[in-house]
């Protein structure tokens, strides 16, 4: 049987429960472009044996089905625990882990119908917005191999981009599913802080910076991830409240527009066009487009950013940096992080979450007047692969390895919900 992977996981998860479909086929032809596709960008990574696979797709053919994922093929990113399945973190310290149980997000992916077929690469630790580490390589762009599909969910996007996945998990602490989603044309939510539960063996209310969300090529196959991603858990203290959409079309939608940041934070040639050319079409189609000025200077934003995300990322790999034997085997910007995070004092901590506070305010301020907010996904198109990141952009040095994705910030810092949305492509086809 001939099977469409173009169509959205909606649609083929619905011909599986009609009969329409088996996921024996859907296996069959997911592996198949997996083989055509997968050389040439290394997307997917500690993929199962093929007849271990088809047997469980069989498995299903005459079963009832269960779940809304009930027979769908999905790869889980390289940070999430996976039950018997190779889960390395990008590092060479855990190259050979095998977990012993899953963790929540694949744990529901799996209890909603989902056959685990691997799982999709990602930067050492999820640090950085490009895609490589030295436990599988890099993953390369779908659209010009020689350039990167961006991070840190880039092995997600780039296999949602070239069909070997329909719909894909990610992560995003400073725009992991929201860059990679721009630069392979994809779409991605980075949901609400705190409405995907995460691990119950953390605090949710100081790690309130990364969330995991849905990338997809299809809006609807967003909202059927994030449904079972976000469903409320008991144990978990964080429950913010769901809201269906106000508006169902674009008609009257009041959009502010914040470019830029005032000229604060510099974008490559291009970036700005694109992202303008697709706000008139939203305004053809009934939107209303308001520029609006930045709500509070870059330079006090970045400081509180930079300063909660080496905490954060030193809280979250002390016992791995504190043993000079695994440190040693990180790559330096995991040592920079950690090292800075371990320098954090509490009133740097203290002083970084007022900061938050009053940017917080200050967006959720601008929806007495607008009802959506919009910037663009990233400040440069994708660079080389060879490159390990941006060190200057539109004539302005990046001090850090990290500073070329300050675009991201203003969503991160305030743990407001973002879509990615694709907007089209520059000359050479990125």
């Known amino acids: 049987m001939t099977v469409d992977l173009s169509r959205t996981a909606t ?3 619905a011909d599986i429960r009609a009969r329409r479909l088996r996921p024996s086929d859907l296996m069959e032809a997911t592996l198949a472009r997996i083989d055509a596709m997968n050389p040439k ?4 990574v500690a993929l199962r044996d093929r007849d271990e696979l088809l047997n469980e797709a069989r498995a299903l053919d005459n079963a009832d089905p269960t779940g809304p994922l009930f027979g769908l093929p999905v790869a889980i990113k390289d940070l999430q625990a996976t039950k018997g399945l190779r889960t390395t973190f990008g590092s060479p310290i855990y190259a050979n882990n095998i977990p012993a149980k899953d963790d929540l997000l694949p744990a529901r992916m799996r209890a909603a119908g989902a056959l685990i077929i691997g799982k999709t690469n990602t930067p050492e630790f999820g640090l950085g917005s490009q895609t490589f580490n030295p436990v599988y390589g890099a993953t390369l762009s779908p659209f010009d191999p ?3 599909p961006g991070g840190s969910s880039g092995g997600a996007a780039a296999a949602l981009a070239t069909g070997m996945l329909t719909i894909a998990d990610g992560s995003d602490m400073m725009g992991s599913l929201r860059n990679p989603a721009a630069w392979n044309s994809v779409w991605a939510i980075r949901p609400t802080m705190g409405l995907v539960p995460k691990s119950l063996n953390e605090d949710p209310i100081t790690k309130r910076l990364s969330t995991e969300g849905p990338l997809a090529r299809h809006p609807k196959d967003l909202s059927l991830l994030l449904d079972i991603l976000a469903a409320p858990h008991p144990l978990w203290p964080i429950q913010p409240t769901r ?4 508006k169902t079309s674009l008609n009257g939608l009041r959009i502010g527009w914040l470019a830029d940041w005032s000229g604060a934070i510099p974008l490559e040639d291009g970036i700005l066009a694109t992202s303008e050319t697709a706000l008139s079409k939203m305004e053809a189609a009934g939107a209303e487009i308001f520029p609006l000025k930045a709500p509070l200077a870059a330079p006090a934003m970045w400081r509180a950013w930079e300063t909660l995300r080496a905490w954060q990322n030193y809280q979250e790999l002390a016992a791995e940096y504190d043993d000079p034997a695994q440190a040693a085997q990180m790559k330096d910007s995991v040592r920079w992080e950690c090292e800075r995070g371990q320098a954090v ?3 740097d901590v203290f002083a970084a979450s007022n900061t938050r506070a009053v940017l917080t305010r200050a967006l959720l301020s601008q929806f007495e ?3 959506v907010l919009m910037l663009p996904s990233t400040q440069v198109w994708p660079f080389k692969v060879e490159t ?3 060190t ?3 004539g302005r040095t990046m001090p850090t390895y990290h500073r070329w994705m300050e675009i991201m910030v203003p969503v991160s810092l305030t743990g407001l919900p973002a879509a990615g949305i694709p907007a089209g492509f520059d000359h050479r086809g990125l």
């Open 11 to 13: 649609d083929l998860a």
């Open 41 to 44: 960008i290394n997307a997917i």
């Open 146 to 148: 020689t350039r990167t």
């Open 243 to 246: 809201h269906a959409p106000a």
């Open 345 to 347: 004092s509490a009133n």
């Open 369 to 371: 007047n607008v009802d």
């Open 388 to 390: 390990e990141y941006p």
């Open 392 to 394: 200057e952009i539109a």
